[in-house]
């Protein structure tokens, strides 16, 4: 039995990088089907789930634009990363039985859906896994907003930021032996003491929609699942302590 109010409809954003595994570019099947396997389960629990994959394991606009690219220009090739992950995750659902469809803000016809709010919901009604690719379609913005902006269009109870690390710390765990990780934190807290965890659009977007962030360690096997029931070691997001 879910131990929290039970999650009917959740969003999970995973970053690029989150697919490269060992690698330092690109996809590592094996950790894309791993991250396959977790939403499986998580469907398996009952909810519906939808996805933002992020493009950072092929193309950050901003490397572009540092590298004397018009940034925006930059940004819609970042925008194609995701599209190329997105598909590579549809795959592995697929692989896993899992229904999927995915929808781009940038119209790909001959490779997916465009992305229309009604749609999407519909075919999560249906129990289908939905990745929603192309981030928001606009430049300048990042996957993490764009996560947080379709978790409340699909009205999502939660939306899982999946991360390298189980939750939020005082500072980086992986370097500073001392950090601690919060169990639960406002969304003020991270914007005033810019943890960089999401950026603040994102994290103003979830808090106009209060819509509870949850940071939990996306590499450990079975963590979501674990997550979505209350279990393990994550932080909370939400309005107050
Ligand atoms: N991007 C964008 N608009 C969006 C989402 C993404 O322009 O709404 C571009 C931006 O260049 C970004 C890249 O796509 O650097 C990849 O997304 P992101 O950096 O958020 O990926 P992640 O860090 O999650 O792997």
Do not use: W
């Amino acid at each position: 039995m879910n131990k929290l109010p039970s999650y009917k409809r959740v969003m999970l954003k995973v970053s690029g990088e989150a697919l490269m595994g060992s690698r330092d570019y690109g996809l590592e099947s094996a950790t894309v089907r791993r991250i396959a396997e977790d939403v499986r389960g998580a469907v398996e629990l009952g909810a519906e789930v939808c996805l933002v994959i992020g493009g950072g394991n092929i193309f950050r606009g901003i490397a572009g634009a540092a590298a004397g690219m018009d940034r925006a220009q930059a940004d819609y090739m970042g925008m194609l990363a995701t599209v190329m992950n997105a598909l590579a995750m549809q795959s592995a659902l697929e692989k896993q039985g899992l229904p999927t469809r995915v929808l781009s803000a940038i119209p790909m016809q001959s490779l997916c859906e465009p992305y229309i709010r009604r749609r999407a919901i519909r075919h999560m009604e249906k129990g289908r896994v939905v990745i929603f690719a192309a981030g928001t379609g606009n430049p300048f913005f990042t996957t993490d907003t764009a996560a947080a902006l379709r978790a409340a269009e699909m009205e999502c109870d939660a939306l899982f930021k999946g991360t390298q690390v189980d939750g939020v710390y005082s500072a980086d765990p992986r370097k500073n032996p001392k950090a601690e990780r919060y169990v639960t934190l406002t969304y003020l807290d991270m914007l005033a003491r810019d943890l960089l965890v999401m950026d603040a659009a994102a994290i103003s977007l979830c808090r106009e929609n209060k819509l509870p962030i949850i940071v939990f360690n996306i590499h450990e096997p079975g963590a979501f699942t674990a997550v979505m029931q209350g279990e393990g070691k994550f932080t909370t997001v939400v309005e107050q302590h």
